[in-house]
């Protein structure tokens, strides 16, 4: 258990609409990030956060917008959400080990995000 | 600039049977290797990693990975499949020291009884 909380588990929303999608952690861990699953394309990055107002965009950034105010809380927001937005959304946490980057992350449990 | 290659979307094997995945890479700097697993309706789970130590790496469940500098390769391996293994994998790679990992497209692994 990498105490790692996503909320909503699940979200059906129509086009067009905002939804915000919440990570929290419990662990104090520096770096988190927002993937999205779709088939044939495995796990995408979409944003990552290395600090309380410090992100980056990955690599399928467009439509999507992140903010991490707290150390503890990872949020992502589809502004207008459109129907190729429609996936699987996973936060990951980036441990150390004594001060090491070992490179792993871990994954909360997924929101499934459903756009009509 | 850095990327994996799964070969085989969905692999079937007989219980009893050894498990083979294969994952390539490319990466311009020796990499970290990570193999996960996502059981249905989960998120994913650290199977085992290279982190350029002993190039044959062990991991949780029986499975074990052979890194291999010539051929770009991190496949993944178990002599005996076993009904609980079906699941899809993922092999990921990151340049060391880089923020994050990228990933392949996923192998489903299939477990015949």
């Known amino acids: 258990d990498a105490g790692i909380t996503q909320s909503p588990r699940h979200k059906v929303t129509e086009t067009g609409t905002p939804v915000t999608l919440r990570c929290h952690q419990t662990?104090?861990?520096?770096?988190m990030y927002w993937y999205r699953q779709d088939p044939g394309h495995g796990l995408r990055l979409i944003h990552y956060s290395y600090g309380v107002k410090d992100t980056d965009k990955g690599e399928v950034s467009d439509g999507y917008s992140v903010s991490r105010s707290k150390t503890e809380d990872f949020l992502l927001t589809l502004e207008s959400a459109t129907s190729s937005q429609t996936s699987v959304y996973f936060c990951a946490i980036r441990r150390t080990s004594g001060g090491t980057n070992t490179g792993e992350l871990f994954f909360g449990e997924g929101s499934r995000l459903t756009v009509l | 600039a850095q990327s994996v290659t799964q070969l085989g979307s969905h692999v079937s094997v007989s219980e009893g049977a050894l498990v083979l995945l294969r994952c390539n890479y490319s990466s311009s700097v020796p990499p970290y290797l990570f193999w996960y697993v996502q059981y249905p309706n989960q998120g994913l789970q650290l199977l085992l990693k290279y982190t350029s130590a002993a190039t044959l790496v062990k991991g949780i469940n029986g499975f074990e990975a052979e890194f291999k500098k010539s051929e770009t390769s991190f496949h993944l391996t178990k002599p005996s499949a076993h009904m609980s293994d079906a699941a899809e994998y993922f092999c990921?790679?990151?340049?060391?020291?880089?923020?994050?990992?990228?990933f392949g497209t996923g192998t489903r692994l299939t477990v015949i009884p």
């Open positions: 990921a790679v990151s340049e060391g020291g880089a923020n994050n990992l990228f």
């Open positions: 662990e104090n861990h520096r770096y």
